[in-house]
């Protein structure tokens, strides 16, 4: 009679299947699909033309208590890149660059990033039924990698070509 695993019974409990009398355990099976991946990403950032496409610079004040403050966001069709300072992944050139883009009376330096948004927001305020007082949007042009979605540059927008 066989155990509530099966035939897997005689084999050791990290074992999941058995394939051609070989036992894989769990641990093959997620290496395995960890090195797929590794391979299609070098493949993606290898051969890829970085995408540019219509975006939004967006800026919105939430009040309350989890997500209180002022918030800048790239936005485009499909995807969407939060710029703050809070974490320490490289927005810092990205937030300097949109400052210097839409300048609002402030210098594009760390220390105006904050006053610059509540800016923003009063110079492009775009009011919606949500928020009507506290947000601004910008058109501008993101370019960004197709395989990772990493944004690599916002650019400004043109009004001679058709975004």
Same mark, same amino acid.
């Given at each position: 009679m066989l155990g509530p695993r099966g035939f897997l019974a005689n084999?050791?409990?990290?074992?999941?299947?058995?394939?051609n009398g070989r036992p894989i355990t769990k641990g093959d099976i997620l290496n395995a699909k960890r090195r797929k991946?590794?391979?299609?990403?070098?493949?993606?950032?290898?051969?890829?033309?970085?995408?540019t496409?219509?975006?939004?610079?967006?800026?919105?004040?939430?009040?309350?208590?989890?997500?209180?403050?002022?918030?800048?966001?790239?936005? /485009?069709l499909k995807k969407d890149w939060?710029?703050?300072?809070?974490?320490?992944?490289?927005?810092e050139k990205m937030a300097l660059k949109i400052?210097?883009?839409?300048?609002?009376?402030?210098?594009?330096?760390?220390?105006?990033f904050s006053d610059w948004k509540v800016m923003f927001a009063q110079e492009y305020h775009y009011p /919606?039924?949500?928020?009507?007082?506290?947000?601004?949007?910008a058109l501008?042009?993101?370019?960004?990698?197709?395989?990772s979605d990493r944004l690599l540059d916002v650019q400004a927008a043109t009004t001679q070509e058709n975004l």
């Open positions: 084999y050791p409990p990290d074992v999941v299947l058995v394939s991946q590794v391979r299609r990403l070098e493949h993606i950032r290898a051969n890829y033309e970085p995408v496409k219509p975006c939004f610079v967006w800026v919105f004040h939430v009040p309350g208590f989890l997500f209180h403050g002022w918030h800048l966001y790239v936005k /485009t939060c710029i703050n300072l809070r974490n320490a992944d490289g927005n400052m210097s883009l839409f300048p609002c009376g402030y210098s594009p330096e760390i220390e105006n /919606t039924r949500k928020r009507p007082c506290d947000q601004g949007m501008a042009r993101a370019v960004y990698e197709p395989g």
